[in-house]
């Protein structure tokens, strides 16, 4: 599976931004998709993943009610919309796959893609 993120850039704080992530390969093979960030000096957090179906996502308390994650099978894209950012949102955002989303909530990630830079500005 390869994972091609995109969609960064600088945002104001209270902006939006979309992220896309282009999964190819077997991507059956890793049904459940992600997201996770990484702040300068930091570790790599956990933001939110998405099933197959769409029908359970589960979501960082840091990014609950801001960020919806969201996929599109046919186009083997997955989203992350990101409203209100905030300052402390600044991370590279890195997407991943892997077997299930308790799985990716737990950190346990089989595929990563390439980063994107988000930064918002206070």
């Known amino acids: 599976v390869q994972l091609q993120a995109s969609g960064g850039g600088l945002v104001q704080a209270g902006g939006s931004l979309r992220l896309s992530c282009a999964a190819s390969?077997?991507?059956?093979?890793?049904?459940?998709m992600g997201w996770f960030r990484q702040a300068p000096g930091k570790e790599r957090d956990f933001v939110a993943t998405?099933?197959?179906?769409?029908?359970?996502?589960l979501y960082a308390d840091s990014v609950k009610g801001r960020f919806t994650i969201s996929r599109d099978n046919a186009k083997n894209t997955m989203y992350l919309q990101m409203n209100s950012l905030k300052y402390e949102d600044t991370a590279v955002y890195y997407c991943?796959?892997?077997?299930?989303?308790?799985?990716?909530?737990?950190?346990?990630?089989?595929?990563w893609g390439q980063g994107t830079q988000v930064t918002v500005s206070s």
């Open positions: 991943a796959a892997g077997d299930n989303t308790e799985r990716l909530l737990r950190g346990i990630v089989d595929y």
């Open positions: 390969g077997r991507t059956f093979s890793r049904p459940a």
């Open positions: 998405i099933s197959w179906s769409g029908g359970a996502t």
